[in-house]
Nanobody, 123 residues
Framework: QVQLVESGGGLVQAGDSLRLSCAAS????????MGWFRQAPGKEREFVAA????????YYGDSMKGRFIISRDNAKNTFYLQMNSLKPEDTAVYYC????????????????WGQGTQVTVSS
C-alpha cells in the first residue's frame, strides 16, 4: 500500500478552475494506477478519473470528459486533477486512491485511499 494525502480543495464559483494534488509516500508509487473519486452528500462514491502507472492512458467519468484532466509526476510521487469549467454539481469530497488492478473505474479495486478534500462550487 501507499499513503495518500490530498490537497487543493476549496470554494470556487461556477466556471472556475481548481487543481487537486495527491502526494503519495512509498517507493513503489510508480507501479500503481492512480484514481480520483468523489462523493456528494447522500450519493454513492463516483468515479472521476484514473491514470496508468506510466501516465500513458487516462480514463474519465462521463460527466468529467473534456473538463477534467488527470496527470502524474512519478519523480515527485504526486498526481493531479485539473478541474475546469466547474459546475455546482461537481460539489463533493474528492478522494485519491491507488490500485494495482486494472478495473480502475471500480472503487472496490483500490486498496489505498486519501482522507479526502472538499470541493464546493457555488452558482
Amino acid at each position: 500500500q501507499v499513503q495518500l494525502v490530498e490537497s487543493g480543495g476549496g470554494l470556487v464559483q461556477a466556471g472556475d478552475s481548481l487543481r487537486l494534488s495527491c502526494a503519495a509516500s512509498g517507493r513503489t508509487f510508480s507501479t500503481y494506477f492512480m484514481g480520483w473519486f468523489r462523493q456528494a452528500p447522500g450519493k454513492e462514491r463516483e468515479f472521476v478519473a484514473a491514470i496508468t502507472w506510466s501516465g500513458g492512458s487516462t480514463y474519465y467519468g462521463d460527466s468529467m470528459k473534456g473538463r477534467f484532466i488527470i496527470s502524474r509526476d512519478n519523480a515527485k510521487n504526486t498526481f493531479y486533477l485539473q478541474m475546469n469549467s466547474l459546475k455546482p454539481e461537481d460539489t463533493a469530497v474528492y478522494y485519491c486512491a491507488a490500485t494495482k488492478l486494472l478495473n480502475v473505474r471500480d472503487s472496490r479495486t483500490y486498496d489505498s485511499w486519501g482522507q479526502g478534500t472538499q470541493v464546493t462550487v457555488s452558482s
